[in-house]
Structures are given as C-alpha cells and as structure tokens.
C-alpha cells in the first residue's frame, strides 16, 4: 500500500542521494507524455520541498518544451537492491537554461559537467513510497562515460549547434527554448 507524505522525509532524501538512476515524467497539456531515465551527479536534494536536477545533453528536449505550457512534474525513483521501494516526488518545476539570470547560482550545486544545459528547479508539494516488491534486484557494474566523451568531441559550439538542430522542439513540434 502506497503512504503518501507533504514534503521528503529524511529516510527517503537518504534513498534518493543513494540511487544511481532516477526517472522524470511530464506533460504538455496536449501531445505525448514523456518519461525518461537519468543518471550521473544530476540530482540534488535541497530541502523538504525542493529538488534540483541538472539536465544533460540528450537525443530530445521534451521536458523544458512541457514545462513551457505546464509546469507538472514527477520523479521517480526505485530500490534495485535487497530492501525494495519505490518512492516519488510530485510537484511543479521550473526551468533555467544555460545564461538564464540564476544559472550560476543553481549550477554550483553541482559538478561541472560538458553538454549541461538546463537545470530543473522542482517545488515538491507531494511524495509517495510504495513497496516495489516487483522491481527486479540488479546491481550497478560502472557509470557510463559515452554523453561525456560524445559532448567534448563536439566543444561547446558543436554542442549549441546541436541544440538548435535537434532540441528546439519537442516531438509534438513545440518550442523548448534550447
């Protein structure tokens, strides 16, 4: 049975600094709803109502084009390991993109890393656990280094060319801002 909770609980902050891969799913108010795995040091939590991740270079944009028409959000989180759970955060975001006034300030959360190029400030106004009793167990044999070595090969402006060829819209067709 799902218990539901007004803000992160200490015990749950602890099981999110300790996952390797979380998931984000949003949604326009029309269109396709997307849900995308992430990982790396992306994610921080900064107190009882409030994430930041920072959103790397990827194949689409679709959360900041959501976020554009919808501010809803939820990440997702699963136990891979002995003890399972399964433990969500709702709530709504906002996006700051690289240049944006804030940036800096949000970016020094974390390390730095080629390709950043939005940072998801996510007010939670709701978390949920529930038992994931049908997550399979699985164990982490290495991070992957393929986004960070694809992102150096291309330097910054290969990166930005890359953004406005293939990230400036959604796959609905709706502007992202990248």
Known sequence: MATSYDKIEDQHRAFVEDQHIFFVATAAPDGRVNLSPKGQDSLRVLGPNRILWLNLTGSGN???????????????????????????????????????????????????????????????????????????????????????????DRGADGIRAYWKEKNATTIDGKPTRA
């Not at 989180?77 to 240049?99: E, N």
């Not at 959360?109 to 939670?124: K, L, S, T």
């Not at 978390?127 to 994931?132: K, N």
Request: one cysteine or more.
């Open 62 to 152: 679709e959360t900041a084009g959501h976020l554009l028409e919808s501010p809803r959000m939820t990440l997702m989180w699963c136990s891979f390991g002995l003890k399972p759970l399964i433990y969500r955060a709702y709530g709504t975001a906002r996006t700051v993109h690289v240049g944006d006034p804030g940036w800096d300030t949000l970016a020094a959360h974390f390390p730095d890393m080629p390709g950043a190029r939005q940072i998801y400030d996510m007010d939670v106004n709701m978390t949920q656990s529930s038992c994931g009793y049908a997550v399979p167990k699985m164990q982490l044999t290495a991070e992957r280094d393929t986004l960070t070595k694809w992102t150096e």
